[in-house]
């Protein structure tokens, strides 16, 4: 089962970030909102529907910017092709991967802030979070 997020009201959204309201930014967004973790590429073709004309290369710079303002952030798994985008939901979640089918869903955090964990020996750094994915079989792989 994909969980989907609850509909964003993209333009105020948007405003609050400080960036300039542009139909091409809302169509992304939106299109950000309705998948739960989604390369650029499938954001692409859902933002395409209502916008024929977009560049996949326009839809990375807006993702980009997105990211940078902190409304969207990048996903890295390990082994995946691509990165993957999700709104930013201000926790710290982490994901858990079928090995098999690749498939991405989100976890909460085990532990319940950064950092997850704490190395014996941090070498003189202050430790800001621990990147954590769970890889396991999903139901329809095993
Ligand atoms: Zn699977
Ligand atoms: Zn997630
Ligand atoms: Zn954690």
């Known amino acids: 089962m994909t ?67 902190r409304i969207a952030q990048r996903v890295s798994l390990p082994g995946a092709a691509s990165s993957l985008y999700e709104l930013a939901r201000g926790d710290n979640h982490h994901h858990v991967q079928c090995v098999v089918c690749g498939r991405v869903e989100d976890v909460e955090c085990v532990v319940g802030e950064a950092p997850c964990l704490t190395p014996s020996d941090p070498h003189g750094m202050r430790i800001l979070e621990a990147a954590v994915t769970f890889r396991g079989i999903c139901n329809d792989c095993a």
């Open 3 to 69: 969980h989907v997020h609850a509909p964003v009201d993209a333009p105020a959204r948007l405003r609050t970030a400080g960036l300039r309201v542009t139909a091409q930014r809302v169509a992304v967004l939106e299109a950000l909102s309705q998948s739960a973790h989604a390369p650029v590429d499938a954001l692409h073709e859902m933002v395409h529907r209502d916008i024929p004309g977009i560049a996949l290369q326009t839809v990375h710079g807006i993702v980009n910017d997105l990211t940078d303002a």
